[in-house]
């Protein structure tokens, strides 16, 4: 009788697993479709935002042009951006790569880690610039963050900079404000911790920032055929990695 107690015990142990296992899964089922969605949510977004505010126009080449290519014409509805988003003042863009978005800043660098640029709660988040920067582009170093979609999205194809082809290939980020367009080409790229000497923002000579260009040029990863020097303007794009404690950062100099 009590090894008979003991089994059917045991069992209703067992059937009480099963049915907290099954509730676990129910659960992470549910939540994730509900981010699926919400990132779906976030990509139609976007998609609208390129196809309503952005334009790519590239210029017919003559003979004479053929050694240097043509600069594309950029536009942005700024109008209209506006009146989507009050803390958006430029876009970015990175030719060939899916990269092209609104830019916002707010006055702290959280709120868009999880509201897209028109300010709907999305984990997708926004493409923003550091709260401690210029909008006009003029500080010596600029920060612009966005989320590591695992779709591709977002700050999602920064990871292919991890090939030297790639890296080669992919030279230029352009960002477009109401003011001026502003080119920058790629010198560095790795991944570092989440807060080190790669984030400066304050330099207290032109010789400091010559050697921090320095520093950025040994820790890339791949090799440039070009740097900055001391008195041109750094615009730096970073993202998370699969270890919370690192970040990915790409450096590109101003290059007019």
Known sequence: MRSFKKVKKIG???????????????????????????????????????????????????????????????????????????????????????????????????????????????????????????????????????????????????????DQSYFDSHPYIYIITEEEVFKYKIFSQYITSATPDSYQLDFESGDQFDGYLNRLQRLSRQVSDWAPGEDNRVLTLSTCVNDNAKRRVIHAGLTG
Not at 15 to 21: D, E, G, Q, R
Not at 42 to 68: C, G, H, M, N, W
Not at 87 to 92: E, K, M, N, Q, R
Not at 122 to 143: E, K, P
């Open 12 to 162: 209703k142990i067992q059937i009480s697993l099963i049915l907290i296992f099954a509730a676990v899964l129910l659960y992470c089922g549910i939540r994730a479709l509900i981010i699926y969605n919400e990132y779906g949510k976030a990509d139609k977004v976007y998609a609208s935002a390129r196809a309503e505010l952005f334009e790519v126009r590239q210029i017919r080449e003559t003979p004479a042009q053929t050694q240097v290519p043509a600069e594309p014409i950029l536009e942005v509805d700024f109008a209209k951006l506006r009146q989507q988003s009050a803390d958006a003042f430029g876009w970015l863009w990175i030719p060939d790569t899916n990269v092209s978005y609104p830019v916002v800043q707010s006055s702290d660098n959280e709120k868009y880690l999880y509201y897209t640029f028109d300010g709907e709660k999305n984990g997708s988040g926004a493409i923003f610039m550091d709260a401690r920067c210029l909008r006009d582009m003029s500080g010596r170093h600029t920060i612009i963050y966005g989320h590591n979609m695992r779709g591709g999205s977002m700050f999602g194809q920064l990871s292919q900079f991890d």
